[in-house]
């Protein structure tokens, strides 16, 4: 079970964090990441972090202004969003798959947080 939180209505310029509780899966070894989907857009990853030595992977069009990082002792997963855009605004999914590249297809997903950015 993936439980997103912190999403909300921000101007531009401004910064929200998403929290990801995780839970009933061993999360050590799963890949942990964000994706998001844009009204009438395809859902599209965001940042990943992959189990064991925590190497990330971001989409292009937030390279430098998320951050996303975890805390294996409380199977948690974040992510730093700032310099927000107008552009970032979407629904954003927590996902969780053995593979960083399945992510789209995950074993696990999360309900979903808001983030407008105005």
């Known amino acids: 079970q993936l439980v997103e939180s912190g999403g909300g209505s921000v101007q531009a310029g401004g910064s929200l964090r998403l929290s990801c509780a995780a839970s009933?899966?061993?999360?050590?070894?799963?890949?942990m990441g964000w994706l998001r989907q844009a009204p009438g857009k395809e859902r599209e990853g965001v940042a990943a972090?992959?189990?064991?030595?925590?190497?990330?992977l971001y989409a292009d069009s937030v390279k430098g202004r998320f951050t996303i990082s975890q805390d294996k002792s409380k199977s948690m997963v974040y992510l730093q969003m700032n310099s927000l855009k107008p552009e970032d605004t979407g629904k954003y999914y927590c996902?969780?798959?053995?593979?960083?590249?399945?992510?789209?297809?995950?074993?696990?997903w999360g309900q979903g947080t808001q983030v407008t950015v105005s």
């Open positions: 009933g899966f061993m999360y050590s070894s799963y890949c």
């Open positions: 996902a969780a798959d053995p593979n960083c590249r399945s992510l789209q297809s995950a074993q696990y």
């Open positions: 972090i992959y189990p064991g030595g925590g190497a990330t």
